[in-house]
């Protein structure tokens, strides 16, 4: 197992933040992409913490956005809503 340093781990959360895909972060910070790859598919490596944390963080703001256009009658932020309603109701399931 590669050890990140902190600096490393906030790269990656930053990155992540912006929905950087994987083999992006790796080419952009000088990464093997199978080590990072492996890294984030361990739920209990501090990487793949940080790089969930801040998808999911990502997410939640674009859909609060979303929710709010649909208040709005945005037909395509309505039927987004919808989708993350789904989303959720199948999480829930699992």
């Keep these: ?6 600096e490393q781990i906030s790269q990656i959360r930053d990155l992540a933040a ?3 895909p994987i083999s992006d ?3 952009l910070m000088d990464l093997d992409v199978y080590q990072l790859r492996d890294a984030l598919a361990d739920p209990a490596n501090p990487v793949s913490q940080a790089y969930r944390r801040a998808k ?8 609060r956005n979303e929710l709010q256009l649909a208040s709005m ?3 395509l932020a309505v039927q987004l809503a ?6 959720m109701d199948n999480d829930e399931d699992l």
């Design 1 to 6: 197992m590669i050890h990140y340093s902190d």
């Design 56 to 63: 999911a963080e990502t997410m939640l703001s674009i859909r």
């Design 18 to 20: 912006a929905l950087t």
């Design 73 to 75: 009658g945005s037909p």
């Design 82 to 87: 919808g989708t993350y309603l789904i989303n």
């Design 25 to 27: 972060i790796a080419i």
